[in-house]
């Protein structure tokens, strides 16, 4: 009995290590002409991070396709509870606020300039 929970408990740690990616941080910037007339720049999504916090089905499929550049987010989508807005996220209680948008936008160094 021991031996088949050992086992199990095994399979379960080489599974889960198998599941982590080597990137650390991906790269959002499919929109940087339109985030730059708001005065802000690519998005850096610290990946790592968040598998440290979540395990991959919390976001994958149903939030994020596993996909880099597979995800058409926009901040009307992130306000309406999709991707990061997702009930739960950057939309809530757990985790700073959407209006904060230097956590995640590269702020551009003519931002706020005339
Ligand atoms: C909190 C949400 C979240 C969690 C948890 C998460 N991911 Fe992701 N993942 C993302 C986002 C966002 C992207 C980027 C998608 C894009 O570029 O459109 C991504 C991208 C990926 C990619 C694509 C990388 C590439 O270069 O194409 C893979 C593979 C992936 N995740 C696997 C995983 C695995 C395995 C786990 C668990 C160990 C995990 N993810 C946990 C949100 C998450
Ligand atoms: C939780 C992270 C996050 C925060 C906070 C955030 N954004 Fe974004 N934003 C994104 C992501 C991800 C994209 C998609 C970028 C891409 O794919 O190129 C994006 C895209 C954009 C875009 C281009 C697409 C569109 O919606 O027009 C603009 C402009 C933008 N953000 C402005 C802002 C402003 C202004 C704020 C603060 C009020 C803000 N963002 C806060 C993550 C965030």
Do not use: W
């Not at 790592?48 to 089905?57: F, G, I, S, V």
């Not at 058409?72 to 306000?79: A, G």
């Not at 997702?86 to 209006?99: D, I, K, M, R, V």
Request: charge should be negative; proline fraction near 4%.
């Amino acid at each position: 009995m021991t031996r088949v929970l050992q086992s199990i408990a095994l399979f379960v740690a080489l599974t889960t290590q198998a599941l982590a990616i080597d990137t650390i941080n991906i790269i959002f910037d499919s929109k940087v002409s339109s985030m730059k007339e708001a005065g802000l720049g690519a998005v850096t999504y610290p990946h790592k991070l968040h598998e440290e916090l979540y395990q991959c089905d919390d976001c994958h499929p149903r939030i994020f396709i596993e996909k880099k550049g597979g995800n058409d987010v926009n901040m009307q989508k992130n306000m309406t509870e999709q991707y990061c807005g997702f009930s739960g996220c950057h939309n809530s209680a757990y985790a700073f606020p959407l209006y904060l948008c230097d956590y995640c936008h590269e702020v551009l160094p003519t931002a706020g300039k005339k």
